[in-house]
């Protein structure tokens, strides 16, 4: 069963602006992932949010999270060509045995 | 280190046939994981292990099957090939032995599988 939804499905921008991507989710958590995939390959992780922090940051990557509103948001900085991928949020799922992935928000940056 | 190996990259099969996708990592990690990814579908778990000797099924694991005899395998085995199976396979491992446990998920580059 989905717990992850990405939003928007798919973004498009110019090189240099800032991608935003959403995730929400149903149940409560422990923490919440977020991954990139590139065509054709498989998933890489970019960066881990526990339930009690509110923000993280990891190069030109900012991950919030709101567990109130069961959210968080992936903030991509000055986009380049190369951050075009697919994105996805992971949750554990409530035995801790598994990652639920969303269906991913494809981002495509031009230049 | 090669990090998680997928075999083969490519596969078409007939209805009915049956075959194994490899999977091998040389992290020592004690978790692995297989998960399939059709579109509109994101990725789905279809089985997973904490450990060797111990498997257990995921969302979709009708048609599988999967052992772990080892730390480094664990092998996926579709016993009878049907054209709902035509999907990218992935496997992934993680260092944690209590299932993921907030450990970041390691992923091989997929398996592409056609059933004709």
């Known amino acids: 069963s989905q717990q992850g939804e990405e939003d928007p499905q798919a973004l498009s921008i110019q090189e240099g602006e800032n991608a935003t991507m959403n995730c929400s989710y149903k149940?409560?958590?422990?923490?919440l992932q977020w991954y990139r995939q590139n065509s054709g390959r498989g998933l890489v992780h970019l960066i881990l949010?526990?339930?009690?922090?509110r923000e993280k940051h990891s190069g030109r990557l900012r991950v919030t999270l709101d567990t109130s509103k069961k959210s968080s948001s992936l903030l991509i900085t000055a986009s380049r060509a190369a951050d075009t991928a697919s994105y996805f949020c992971a949750t554990d799922n409530q035995a801790g045995t598994a990652l639920i992935f969303g269906k991913g928000t494809t981002l495509s940056v031009s230049s | 280190n090669a990090g998680v190996t997928q075999t083969p990259k490519f596969q078409v099969l007939k209805t009915g046939q049956s075959m194994t996708l490899q999977c091998a990592q040389d992290?020592?990690?004690?978790?692995m994981s297989w998960y399939r990814q059709d579109p509109g579908m994101g990725l789905r778990l279809i089985h997973y292990s904490v450990g060797a000797g111990i498997t257990d099924q995921g969302e979709v694991p009708n048609g599988y099957n999967v052992s772990r005899s080892t730390t480094e395998d664990f092998p996926l085995r579709l016993l009878s090939a049907a054209p709902s199976q035509t999907s990218v396979y992935f496997c992934?491992?993680?260092?944690?032995?209590?299932?993921?446990?907030?450990?970041?998920?390691?992923f091989g580059n997929g398996t592409r599988l056609t059933v004709t």
């Open positions: 949010i526990r339930s009690n922090e």
């Open positions: 992934a491992s993680s260092y944690s032995n209590s299932g993921t446990g907030g450990s970041p998920l390691h």
């Open positions: 149940t409560s958590i422990n923490n």
């Open positions: 992290m020592n990690h004690e978790y």
